[in-house]
């Protein structure tokens, strides 16, 4: 079960960049899937989730309206579209994923409850 995250870049403020977390040894249809990030001297939060396939999805305050999170489930690919970028939003991004579509938003909202993780891509806003 690995998870690669790709698509991070340096963008100015108001741009928008789509970030990938393509998984492979596993299908994706019966796993909840999240974005993580950690900006540098900051603890890892969470930024959106997807409970299952086509699921309720969630995202934090500080990215709702602007963030999307989607899913291919033939590509087994998760997505991450980013707009109206701010400073704010520069940090090393993280995917995971947990198999479990248990109808528990809080649980997901927690990095302990996920069980694989990608690397990290970086995302800088800066003009």
């Known amino acids: 079960v690995q998870l690669q995250a790709s698509g991070g870049g340096l963008v100015q403020p108001g741009g928008s960049l789509r970030l990938s977390c393509a998984a492979s040894?596993?299908?994706?249809?019966?796993?909840?899937v999240g974005w993580f990030r950690q900006a540098p001297g900051k603890e890892r939060r969470w930024v959106s989730f997807e409970i299952g396939s086509g699921g309720s999805r969630y995202y934090s305050d500080s990215v709702k309206n602007r963030f999307t999170i989607s899913r291919d489930n033939a590509k087994s690919t998760v997505y991450l579209e980013m707009n109206s970028l701010k400073s704010e939003d520069t940090a090393v991004y993280y995917c995971a994923a947990v198999k479990s579509t248990s109808f528990i938003p809080s649980y997901y909202q927690r990095k302990s409850s996920y069980k694989s993780w990608g690397q990290g891509t970086q995302v800088t806003v800066s003009s």
């Open positions: 040894g596993f299908t994706l249809d019966t796993y909840t």
